[in-house]
């Protein structure tokens, strides 16, 4: 099975494990098993509206394995990141939840309320009550020169309606109105991905996500496989014109079948062959022979793709074609 391969996994969360307060549909089971296949297990988000207890315990509640300590969030890492640019006791004008406040102050910055204070630094993190008032403190204080990390810059989040806005989109209202860029802490920076697997002693991790920029493309900066699945954000046609540093190394529908055994991808030819499923790429054109609601024939197309165009810094449309 895959997951034999690997002495650890990394889990995202939002899109992966749960979509708002809700379970993925046999997320908590897969999660269950990997304690008896001898897996550590790490939850690595980008949500910096909780705190790794509050998260843990909403795990547990949806039946999957977790404590505390193996929840590694971007709030801990914005802070961190805050602690090692600005001197001890500065004012930081915090644009985000209670837990990212605690932080600010755990690590012995001082809170600021307004721009009108001269903060020496803005943070800035997804929570659903932020508002105009608070973007427009945190534009302020930023155009007065304070230096801005954001915790992660995720454009959508998924929730049980569907995908919303995320922090990204709030970060880029800001920088709208700042022409500023911030520092980020999350996904996709490796940081996380690089504690988790070190505290985890695992020296073989997987990088489970649902989003290419940032689980993907963190998991891959890392030097982890990666493994995307589709019970989120991103989709098979994203997936496969993504950006060569996007690319999952493995494609899955879902957390569970990390215990079945991986397909056999293979070049016969001018054709990748993967299952019953061939792809064959002329052009700007991928022929596949295959049922577009069979996995193996996106995988096939994603290796015939990818194989014809290893490097690519942007995304691609390619012209799909199945064929039963």
């Known amino acids: 099975m895959l997951i ?62 977790a404590d505390a ?16 640019r600005i001197p001890a006791r500065s004012k930081v004008l915090v644009v985000g939840s209670a837990y990212l406040r605690d932080c600010v102050v755990a690590r012995g910055l001082t809170l600021a309320e307004s721009a009108e204070e001269a903060p020496a630094a ?31 810059t995720d454009m959508t989040i998924p929730r049980a309606r569907g995908i919303a806005p995320g922090n990204g989109s709030l970060v880029a209202a800001v920088a709208t109105a700042t022409g500023s860029r911030p ?32 689980d993907i493309l963190g998991g891959n900066r ?19 014109g993504a950006p060569s540093d996007q690319r999952p190394r493995y494609i899955l529908g879902t957390l569970a079948e990390l215990f079945g055994d991986y ?23 991928i022929t596949v022979t295959g049922s577009r ?3 193996d024939a996106w995988r096939a197309a994603c290796c015939a793709w990818w194989y014809a165009h290893p490097q690519e810094s942007g995304s691609t449309t390619p012209e799909l074609n199945f064929s039963s």
């Open 263 to 285: 397909p056999v991808v293979r070049a016969t030819g001018k054709q990748i062959v993967c299952g019953e499923a061939r792809a064959g790429v002329e052009g700007n054109t």
């Open 293 to 295: 609601a069979d996995l």
């Open 4 to 65: 034999s391969a690997f002495d650890a996994l990394l889990s995202d969360l939002d899109g992966v494990v749960y979509a708002g307060p809700d379970a993925i549909p046999g997320a908590p089971e897969a999660l269950g098993r990997l304690a008896g296949v001898g897996v550590e297990l790490a939850y690595i988000t980008n949500n910096a509206s909780r705190s790794p207890e509050v998260v843990a315990r909403h795990i547990r509640q949806l039946g999957a394995p």
């Open 122 to 152: 803005v943070i800035q993190g997804f929570d659903p009550d932020v508002n105009w008032r608070d973007l427009a403190e945190a534009a302020h204080a930023i155009n007065g020169g304070a230096t801005w990390v954001a915790t992660n």
């Open 69 to 84: 300590g193996n929840v590694f969030g971007s709030a801990d890492a914005g802070a961190d990141l805050l602690a090692e």
């Open 222 to 240: 890392a030097g982890f496989a990666t493994a995307v699945v589709f019970t989120g954000v991103d989709d098979a046609t994203a997936v496969l």
């Open 183 to 214: 520092i980020v802490a999350g996904k996709p920076e490796p940081l996380l991905f690089h504690v988790a697997a070190e505290q985890l002693e695992a020296s073989r991790p997987l990088v489970v996500g649902d989003r290419l920029d940032t």
